[in-house]
């Protein structure tokens, strides 16, 4: 379908992924010309019927952050493999940290810079964005021993409530924008798929944190064979 259409569709969303000052140039967790697409949603956020903020969300010292682990940096991966060997150290168990890898794709966690944190300049949605147009800001990422890059659900698959309330409001397509096209925006559009919208997801308007290596063309190469409409 066209946006245009799309845009006027009462059982269509666009849902705005995370668009933060964390993730825009100069931010802790800064996404190359994540700041360029604000105007472009801005936009397409003054047209759409319905429109669904997301915004991440961490408590201080969360799971994902590098600094909640000894030795660790931004940027390196936390694997089941060396929890399992009990070479880690920090606040959290062993135990708790097992029993998370288990339940998270691919059993690792990507270690963040400190982001999003609740109620920091960061964590805040750029502010040229319309926000009052949004009919409501879904948060995700609060819970200190969880992450979640989705919008539909938790890493550890709790679902967040997004699905039901959009199929309460008879919304079956959701069109994604946002940050980061490889992270949230890209286990959004796949677990939109999963959970059976029709799911447009538009390149133009995403950018990427692409880490590790190639993560842009391999998230792109699989929504498509998927079947998500990359725009
Ligand atoms: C995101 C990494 C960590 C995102 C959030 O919004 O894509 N990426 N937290
Ligand atoms: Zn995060």
């Known amino acids: 379908m066209k946006l245009a259409d799309l845009a006027k569709d009462k059982t269509a969303a666009l849902i705005v992924i995370d668009q933060q000052i964390d993730f825009e140039p ?11 697409i604000v105007l472009g949603i801005s936009k397409l956020m003054n047209e759409f019927q319905n429109v669904i903020l997301t915004q991440d969300s961490h408590p201080k010292g969360h799971i994902s952050f590098a600094s909640s682990y000894e030795g660790k940096k931004p940027f390196e ?7 399992e060997a009990g070479s880690i150290r920090s606040k959290f168990s062993n ?12 059993q690792l966690q990507v270690l963040w810079p400190d982001h999003c944190v609740t109620e ?11 926000i009052e147009k949004a009919s ?12 979640s890059y989705s919008a539909f659900f938790e890493n550890d698959g709790t679902p967040t409530g997004l699905s039901k309330i959009l199929r309460e409001k008879k919304i079956n397509k959701v069109v994604l ?9 890209y286990w959004s559009a796949e677990d939109a798929h999963k959970e059976v919208f029709e799911v447009i997801y538009l390149q133009n308007l995403t950018r990427f944190v692409n ?9 792109l190469t699989h929504l498509r064979e998927i079947g998500v409409q990359v725009d």
């Not at 991966?77 to 060396?82: A, D, I, S, V, Y």
């Not at 409501?136 to 992450?147: A, P, S, T, V, Y």
């Not at 880490?211 to 998230?219: M, Q, T």
């Open 26 to 36: 100069g931010g802790a967790l800064a996404v190359a010309g994540g700041d360029e």
């Open 211 to 219: 880490f590790p290596e190639n993560s842009k063309e391999k998230a």
């Open 120 to 130: 920091t300049n960061g964590w805040k949605i750029n502010p040229n964005l319309p």
């Open 77 to 83: 991966l936390l694997t089941l493999k060396e929890v």
């Open 136 to 147: 409501f800001i879904l948060k995700k990422g609060m819970r200190l021993e969880c992450d």
């Open 95 to 106: 135990e708790l940290l097992v029993n998370y890898l288990k339940r998270v794709p691919h």
């Open 177 to 185: 924008v946002g940050l980061a096209g490889d992270y949230c925006v």
